[in-house]
Structure formats: structure tokens, C-alpha cells
């Protein structure tokens, strides 16, 4: 669903995109895929998201409702950035909608002390890695009258990083929740510790103007998800 959530933002801006240097090349912006191409490819998406949802037993039909639940906002994500000022706060709402799918599909309920703070952990950790994504491209998005937090948070780089280290540590404080509300082992709160020092390095050291340096910001966001993963499994483990 995340994948068809892509291809949905590609479809709505493949006629921006080719006026953006870094996406141009893009293939619906290329020229190198069609709309009709596209839309199949999404339609697969779609019917591949459906058969993982009905093998989801015994819990199918609950599950089914929490993943309805996200289509309005797999939807209209990609058309925020033309009228609402924080773009990033609908991509991380919809993004992390796998917190409660998942909760819901090992248990057929929902604990919401647990998994409201594990999805807007989510929330606030996208805001901080797509607002630093999101300067690569803020000058054309500027010129083009589209909105994001790159330029919603001001031009001031000092107050810009003050934002996203109180958005760092409010994931951080949500992360150490959810290890409070699972009883998890120590090697929990050590691990999200880890990756909280991570994102706060990520900002000290962006350079809000070097989009190599952004891109590689951005894409080390993997080590920060390798490492709450596995200091939620490895607390949960090591707990019991």
C-alpha cells in the first residue's frame, strides 16, 4: 500500500514533476511510462494489498475496516501539498498506517495505550525526515506555489532545526511509551535511544542548502527503522 501510494503521488504530479530538476526523471514525468501504464500498475498494487488483507485470518473482516480506513488517505496526500501548509503531517498519517494494521491483525482488537503512540511515533519521524527531504526541492516548490514544511517552518536554519529536534524527541518519548506499555527489556529503551541520537545527528548535520548532503540524510533512515524494529523485537523477546 505504500508502493501504491508512490504510483497515486506520481499519477497527481507527473505534470509538476517535469518542471522540478531532481524528479524530471521520474517515468511518468520522463515520458517513459504512460498514465495508462501507470494506473494498471496501481490496479496490480491494489489487488496484490487486497489478497494480503484477506489472508489475514481469523481477523480478515476487522482488519478490512482499519484498511479502508487509510484508503482516503492514500488518496489525497499527493493534493496537500497544493493547498495545506504541512504535507508531511498527511504523508506521515498515512505512511505508518501499518501500525495499526498490523496490531490488529495479531490480535482482532486494538490497544490503543500501545499503538496510538507507535503510529505517531511514525507521524512526527516522517515530518522530521521528509521536512529535511523536502528542502531539496523548496525553492522550485516556492516558484511553483506548492507547500511543505521545508518552507512552512521559515528561513531561519537555527530555528528550522530547533522544530525538528522537538519533533526528534517527541518520537523519542513515544518510542520509550510503547516500551513501557509492552513491559519490554532494557535492550528496548537502549536500542530507541540509539535511534533518537541518530535523528538528532541527522539534523545537527543537515546542510539545509546541499542536496547531496539531504539525500544521504534522508536515505539513512533505514539504520534509524532497522534499529526500532529490532529493539521493539528484541524487548518484547527478551521480556517474556
Not at 496490480?44 to 481469523?58: D, E, F, K, T, Y
Not at 496526500?77 to 501499518?98: E, H, S
Not at 490503543?112 to 531539496?136: C, E, K, R
Not at 535492550?187 to 546542510?207: D, K, P
Amino acid at each position: 500500500m505504500r508502493g501504491a501510494g508512490c504510483t497515486v503521488n506520481d499519477l497527481w504530479d507527473r505534470n509538476i514533476d517535469q518542471q522540478v530538476a531532481r524528479t524530471a526523471v521520474r517515468p511518468l514525468a520522463a515520458g517513459d511510462v504512460s498514465v495508462p501504464q501507470a494506473v494498471g500498475f496501481l490496479a496490480a498494487q491494489l489487488s496484490v494489498g487486497l489478497a494480503v488483507l484477506l489472508s489475514l485470518q481469523p481477523h480478515m473482516w476487522y482488519c478490512f475496516q482499519w484498511g479502508a480506513a487509510s484508503l482516503p488517505l492514500v488518496a489525497i496526500y499527493p493534493a496537500t501539498k497544493r493547498f495545506f501548509a504541512f504535507p508531511q503531517l498527511v504523508l506521515g498519517l498515512t505512511f505508518n498506517w501499518g501500525a495499526w494494521m498490523g496490531w490488529a491483525a495479531a490480535h482482532g482488537s486494538m490497544d490503543w495505550a500501545t499503538v496510538a503512540p507507535l503510529y505517531f511515533s511514525g507521524v512526527t519521524w516522517t515530518l522530521v525526515y521528509d521536512t529535511l527531504y523536502a528542502h531539496q526541492d523548496k525553492h522550485e516548490d516556492a516558484k511553483l506555489g506548492l507547500q511543505s514544511t521545508a518552507l512552512t517552518f521559515g528561513s531561519d536554519v537555527g530555528q528550522q532545526k530547533k522544530i525538528l529536534q522537538a519533533l526528534a524527541a517527541a518520537t523519542w518519548c513515544q518510542w520509550l511509551m510503547v516500551g513501557y506499555q509492552i513491559d519490554a527489556a532494557p535492550v528496548h529503551f537502549v536500542g530507541t535511544s540509539a535511534a533518537y541520537a541518530h535523528l538528532v545527528w541527522q539534523i545537527h548535520t543537515a546542510q539545509l542548502e546541499d542536496p547531496h548532503n539531504l539525500a544521504a540524510r534522508f536515505r539513512s533512515n533505514s539504520a534509524v527503522g532497522a534499529l526500532v524494529f529490532g529493539s521493539l523485537a528484541a524487548g518484547k523477546f527478551f521480556a517474556g
